[in-house]
């Protein structure tokens, strides 16, 4: 697998499945699953550049789950998984 390395206060995130079954236990077809907005921290970037070349901290970290908003960032496609890059000020929520 290629190696993403994000580039300052970006993230990149693996989409986690949408759900195939409602809370009722109704099948979904492919056509009315709505778009994944979960997803697991795979890499951070270094932070935000401030004045005087210091880096702001990054607020989740490798391994974290998040929400972010269904059109949010980048889609990529490395071999059979799906990524989204995204600045974190695009991550809406972490999951504890």
Do not use: W
Not at 45 to 69: H, N, T, Y
Request: charged share 35%; hydrophobic share 35%.
């Amino acid at each position: 697998m290629t190696t993403i390395k994000p580039l300052d206060d970006r993230v990149v995130i693996q989409v986690l499945d949408a759900e195939e079954v409602t809370a009722g236990g109704i099948v979904l077809p492919e056509s009315a699953k709505e778009k994944p907005q979960r997803g697991k921290v795979h890499a951070v970037g270094a932070g935000r550049s401030l004045k005087g070349g210091k880096r702001a901290p990054m607020s989740v970290k490798k391994g974290d789950e998040v929400i972010f908003g269904r059109y949010a960032g980048t889609d990529v496609t490395i071999g059979d998984k799906e990524f989204k890059i995204m600045r974190e000020n695009e991550i809406l929520a972490r999951c504890d």
